[in-house]
Nanobody, 124 residues
Framework: QRQLVESGGGLVQAGGSLRLSCAAS????????VGWHRQAPGKEREFVAA????????DYADSVQGRFTISRDSAKKTVYLRMNSLKPEDTAVYYC?????????????????WGQGTQVTVSS
């Protein structure tokens, strides 16, 4: 029923930008917290960014703070991750995630639904 589909990944030169999209089905998507995580080969999946269902708060990993911006368009059932000043260290598969919307729960906490991932490769 519910499905998250990432797109927008690709190969980019260091210092460049990409905009990832997470398109979702499901009538209650607008009431879901949405996050982005990434996983590089041989490494654990790590939190990147998240936005609360209200859009009132966001959270970012220290490694992307000031470079990445998460936003959402509830009407389009889409969440975006704008990535600027990309570094080779950002190379990973990026996954969109979602959970029923929360108020007090940490945005870095566990998510219930996951997309298939989109590859981001940043060259030197």
């Amino acid at each position: 029923q519910r499905q998250l589909v990432e797109s927008g990944g690709g190969l980019v030169q260091a210092g460049g930008s990409l905009r990832l999209s997470c398109a979702a089905s499901g009538r209650t998507f607008s009431r879901y917290d949405v996050g982005w995580h990434r996983q590089a080969p041989g490494k654990e999946r790590e939190f990147v960014a998240a936005i609360r269902w209200t859009g009132s708060s966001t959270d970012y990993a220290d490694s992307v703070q000031g470079r990445f911006t998460i936003s959402r368009d509830s009407a389009k059932k889409t969440v975006y991750l704008r990535m600027n000043s990309l570094k080779p260290e950002d190379t990973a598969v990026y996954y969109c995630s979602a959970r029923p919307g929360t108020t007090g729960d940490r945005l870095r906490a566990a998510y219930d639904y996951w997309g298939q991932g989109t590859q981001v490769t940043v060259s030197s």
